[in-house]
């Protein structure tokens, strides 16, 4: 009953986080050019470093930049990329890398029994759920709810977000973007690089 609360209250708190926008794909697609540099033409980057754009969700993906324009979510690499873009300009570039297909990723073979693990059942004992609650059990996450999509995303880059969080459980240079319930910064302290690296790699490999 408690898991249901706090889902609950996660998933109002998401829905109040970003106002109501509706983005243009087409604008989206002429803006993304400047973007393709580093995410690729369509949004499935070449590098792990830089983020599968492509299918992450729409409400994801704007959230995601607004934060980073206004300084929520610290990201050096994109210093200068959206600081002078509108709301109306970054849900045009949501709609247009939601409307992507993404590509996809493989899970490490020495890596899936732990990494479904705790994709799956979570660690009880740490108090860390489990992955499928808001990003489906296939990994295609909750487009409507803002919970993005991890399969096929690169595994080195779902490890560094969880690492990153994981540190702003307790210090504000890691990630602290995720609301109030903290629910990222939670989950990623309950676990060990090891398991970071499994359910990065697991997530990665799902279909």
């Not at 509108?86 to 020495?110: C, I, K, V």
């Amino acid at each position: 009953m408690k898991n249901v609360v706090i889902l609950a209250s996660l998933l109002l708190g998401l829905s109040q986080a970003t106002a109501a926008q509706t983005g243009d794909a087409a604008n989206g697609k002429e803006l993304s050019v400047t973007c393709s540099a580093c995410h690729g033409a369509d949004g499935n980057s070449a590098a792990p470093t830089f983020p599968k754009l492509a299918g992450l969700g729409e409400k994801y993906l704007l959230k995601q930049m607004i934060d980073i324009r206004d300084g929520a979510r610290p990201v050096p690499t994109m210093v200068g990329q959206v600081d002078n873009m509108s709301d109306q300009q970054l849900a045009d570039l949501a709609a247009f890398y939601a409307s992507q297909a993404r590509s996809g990723g493989q899970a490490d073979p020495d890596l899936v029994a732990l990494g479904e693990k705790v994709y799956r059942s979570g660690v009880a004992e740490r108090k860390v759920a489990a992955c499928t609650a808001c990003h489906s059990p296939n990994g295609k996450g909750n487009a409507p709810a803002g919970f993005p999509a991890l399969a096929g995303q690169h595994a080195d880059y779902i490890a560094a977000q969880l690492k990153a969080y994981r540190k702003g459980y307790e210090d504000e240079s890691g990630r602290t973007n995720d609301g109030d319930t903290m629910i990222m910064r939670t989950t990623a302290f309950g676990l060990s690089d090891k398991e970071i690296e499994a359910v990065a790699s697991y997530a990665s490999g799902l279909k």
